[in-house]
């Protein structure tokens, strides 16, 4: 039973579809309202979820981010706009709720979740909902709501492509690390902001954890644990898959190892910036690369976009077009003499393509730091950015 919660007038009024709902009902909407989620990203999946809790009335909502609104958000964060372009995204996505619901607590948090401060924020709340997009902080997730015994509703995005379930090692289900027990190698796994992500994607994976959140908090139905739904936007698909327990998991098996949180980039094999300085000999700057491009003796440039990201935008004097995937068929038919410069949207896949490069014998190789992006900004503010 929830105590001592009760509903104003204008809060029955607001929720009435719920209200006239046998299965939420009065005492479901006083659950919301009691209810505590803390939101781990206000990005693509972060926008639909902080919206819908927010208008369900989950009574207190935590936001959790540290960057800023960037125009190439609001093609699916559409919890921000173009009015605030430029402030933190914890601070637009606070505006749009308050507006939205003003009978809801919303705290905000401007920081970057790690080891340190993980427990702390996610404490005070009953669900952590995930909606981060890169490893380090997945596993950092889940393995502090392993410790806390609290779920972790999860959801994923990439292109066309979309994932979610409720890891909930407390009531028999499985945890992240039973589903992926090891990161993909660094670089493997392009990012969104690399592969690109069709907009209305987040909007239905985000809406699905959602959607649980308040099954969680209500206690209706039957939550995703030990379920992972799969879709398929170019085929419109749903799959489901049944997930199980781990007994060896390193967090939630039956002894684990895992009793604390970890260097969650290390385990993911990222490295810190300082380990990359010895590889600056391999490293070129766009106004070191202008200067060069005006020499006869100039380098062979390499493009390793795909060939439809190469439409939006090219560096001028580009002589070749392989992207990193299929580089490896390729290296046979650059010139390992001659001196040559990478290149790509923001400068992680030509670094990636550099050390292939470099382990094929080519030594005359260098990464062009930032890539396109860095062109625009450095030298060329007509290219457009993407």
């Known amino acids: ?53 927010a208008a369900a009335g989950v009574g207190h909502i935590g936001l959790v981010d540290f960057d800023v609104v960037d125009e190439s958000n609001l093609q699916r964060q559409i919890v921000h706009g173009t009015s605030t372009v430029g402030m933190p995204k914890i601070e637009s996505a606070k505006r749009r709720l308050q507006d939205l619901n003003p009978h809801i607590d919303i705290s905000v948090y401007e920081a970057q979740v790690t080891s340190d401060n993980a427990l702390e924020l996610m404490r005070p709340y009953d669900i952590i909902v995930d909606g981060t997009d890169n490893f380090p902080t997945r596993y950092l997730t889940n393995d502090a709501a392993v410790l806390l015994g609290k779920p972790n509703v999860y959801g994923s995005i990439f292109r066309f492509e979309g994932q979610a379930t409720v890891f909930y090692p407390k009531e028999g289900g499985p945890c992240y690390r039973c589903l992926y027990p090891e990161p993909p ?4 796994v392009p990012s969104c902001a690399e592969g690109g992500v069709l907009g209305v994607l987040p909007g239905v994976i985000g809406t699905i954890q959602a959607t649980e959140v308040i099954k969680l908090l209500t206690g209706i139905g039957e939550p995703l644990i030990g379920r992972l739904m799969l879709y398929d936007a ?24 895992i009793t604390e949180l970890i260097d969650y980039d290390a385990f993911c094999g990222i490295l810190p910036d300082e380990v990359n300085v010895l590889e600056s000999q391999y490293e070129i700057t766009p106004r070191e690369l202008a200067a060069l491009l005006d020499h006869t003796d100039r380098p062979f440039l390499l493009d390793v976009r795909n060939s439809y990201e190469a439409d939006i935008a090219t560096i001028p004097g580009t002589d070749r077009l392989i992207p990193v995937d299929q580089l490896v068929n390729y290296m046979n038919q650059l010139d390992s003499a001659r001196e040559m410069v ?6 992680v896949r030509s670094a990636n393509a550099v050390n292939m490069l470099k382990g094929a014998g080519f030594r005359k190789v260098k990464n062009l730091v930032g890539g396109v992006l860095r062109w625009s900004d450095d030298i060329d503010p007509s290219m457009p950015k993407y």
């Open 1 to 53: 039973m929830v105590q001592d919660v009760t509903l104003s007038n204008e809060e029955i009024r607001r929720y009435s579809r719920h209200l006239i709902m046998p299965e939420v009902g009065m005492e479901g909407q006083r659950r919301l309202k009691q209810g505590r989620a803390l939101l781990i990203g206000t990005g693509g999946l972060g926008s639909p979820l902080a919206l819908y809790l």
């Open 185 to 188: 190698p660094p670089g493997l």
């Open 234 to 257: 170019l085929g419109m698909r749903f799959r489901e898959l049944k997930l199980r327990r781990n007994p060896e998991c390193p967090i939630c098996g039956e002894q684990p190892t």
């Open 342 to 347: 990478v290149y790509c949207r923001s400068g």
